[in-house]
């Protein structure tokens, strides 16, 4: 058996395994996660941008969500919708289309509570400067009950890029949630 080295490469720790003949074991741990849960944890990059209720139009633009951050890509990971009509959502994608938006501003939260990392996004409700872009999705939800999309972080946005939940329908009360990750 020939020698193998296992080493962190940030920290150099690690172990050294030989010996000719030897029963030398090498236990190792392995913890599976979702990318997300990680980038919140080690990075404190994880953020969600959910509207206030309002009163929507057909056609509205409910949540947008623009990535500003110039050195980190936006990953979105899901979106939750919630509306008191029965709707038809479009999702849909600019690929750094100029467009100034418009509409009430939207904070995004940080999932870790221990970081200070505010978001490299800006985000509006009831957003009106855009046209539709690249429809990612669309479907049908019933009044009163909620729907996501699980998009896994699969809808990547670049610099100056936009991400935005439309309702085809008129109606009282219209929420949406975009949960996503910076990396």
């Known amino acids: 058996m020939s ?7 940030t920290t150099g720790l690690g172990a050294t395994v030989s010996g000719e003949g030897t029963d030398t074991h090498l236990n190792v741990l392995s913890i599976a996660q979702e990318e997300i849960r ?8 994880s953020f969600s941008w959910t509207n206030a209720t309002y009163n929507y139009c057909a056609a509205d633009t409910i949540l947008a969500v623009r990535n500003t951050c110039s050195d980190r890509e936006l990953h979105i990971e899901d979106i939750w919708m919630y509306g008191d009509t029965n709707t038809r959502v479009t999702v849909h ?8 938006m418009a509409g009430t501003a ?8 221990r970081s200070g990392a505010t978001a490299g996004a800006c985000a509006r409700a009831d957003e009106t400067g855009n046209t539709q872009g690249n429809i990612i999705t669309q479907s049908v939800f019933l009044a009163t009950t909620g729907m ?13 890029s936009t991400i935005g939940v439309d309702y085809v329908t008129d109606g009282g009360a219209a929420i949406v949630t975009i949960t996503g990750f910076f990396d």
């Open 148 to 160: 996501t999309f699980d998009l896994r972080g699969s809808v990547i946005l670049g610099n100056g």
């Open 93 to 100: 994608t600019t690929d750094g289309a100029s467009f100034t």
């Open 3 to 9: 020698d193998a080295i296992i080493r962190d490469p």
């Open 38 to 45: 990680h980038i919140s944890s080690v990075d404190g990059l």
């Open 106 to 113: 939207v904070t995004g939260v940080n999932h870790n509570r």
